[in-house]
T-cell receptor
Framework: KQEVTQIPAALSVPEGENLVLNCSFT??????LQWFRQDPGKGLTSLLL?????REQTSGRLNASLDKSSGRSTLYIAASQPGDSATYLC???????????????FGTGTRLKVLA | NAGVTQTPKFQVLKTGQSMTLQCAQD?????MSWYRQDPGMGLRLIHY???????DQGEVPNGYNVSRSTTEDFPLRLLSAAPSQTSVYFC??????????????FGNGTRLTVT
């Protein structure tokens, strides 16, 4: 069964700190992995997508890495700001070539609070 | 492009009532899916579809029906609402196929309360 886990569930850090959010998945035969941000009461905003053949992706202060063999991805946020406070979710796409089907499974998210 | 459009934004139902949550996308995405989000549970996959006429069950399909008669639309039906179905529902879509690595696009969600 494909499962995605995110630890910790919540994180509180002072402004300016560099931080790492973790995402683990049970089946290493992934197609891609995506990181999202969700503000309270809002929808999901895509941050980064890593293809299965890639090791990392960067966008501004965000860097996402992927290690398929260990079933892990990390989201690195540099020089955190209060505006980074949100819930961060990862989603893994698995697909099955024989049936032509695929699906995305989400982790439970990490709720981040950056203190001014 | 409007992206992924969900209606309604809010809905209150009484136990036993039925209703349909609408989802439409104008990006010609083959893949469409429904998730529910409950506090502390992340997003759980209800049903998904990889193309018109094809649907499959996700992690929590009980109490929900779907159909995919067109590429654009993927409605979610609650046949007999229960308080346990009180949640925020999100529709998401993406391209499929080996030549794409398209991000998953989300609608703004429907907040459903069943009393």
């Amino acid at each position: 069964k494909q499962e995605v886990t995110q630890i910790p569930a919540a994180l509180s850090v002072p402004e300016g700190e560099n931080l790492v959010l973790n995402c683990s998945f049970t089946d290493s035969a992934i197609y891609n992995l995506q990181w999202f941000r969700q503000d309270p009461g809002k929808g999901l905003t895509s941050l980064l997508l890593i293809q299965s053949s890639q090791r990392e992706q960067t966008s501004g202060r965000l860097n996402a890495s992927l290690d398929k063999s260990s079933g892990r991805s990390t989201l690195y946020i540099a020089a955190s700001q209060p505006g980074d406070s949100a819930t961060y979710l990862c989603a893994v796409r698995w697909e099955w070539a024989t049936s032509g089907t695929y699906k995305y499974i989400f982790g439970t998210g990490t709720r981040l609070k950056v203190l001014a | 492009n409007a992206g992924v459009t969900q209606t309604p934004k809010f809905q209150v139902l009484k136990t036993g009532q039925s209703m349909t949550l609408q989802c439409a996308q104008d990006m010609n995405h083959e893949y469409m899916s429904w998730y529910r989000q409950d506090p502390g549970m992340g997003l759980r996959l209800i049903h998904y579809s990889v193309g018109a006429g094809i649907t499959d069950q996700g992690e929590v399909p009980n109490g929900y029906n779907v159909s995919r008669s067109t590429t654009e639309d993927f409605p979610l039906r609650l046949l007999s609402a229960a308080p346990s179905q009180t949640s925020v529902y999100f529709c998401a879509s993406s391209y499929s196929g080996n030549s794409y690595n398209s991000p998953l696009h989300f609608g703004n969600g429907t907040r459903l309360t069943v009393t």
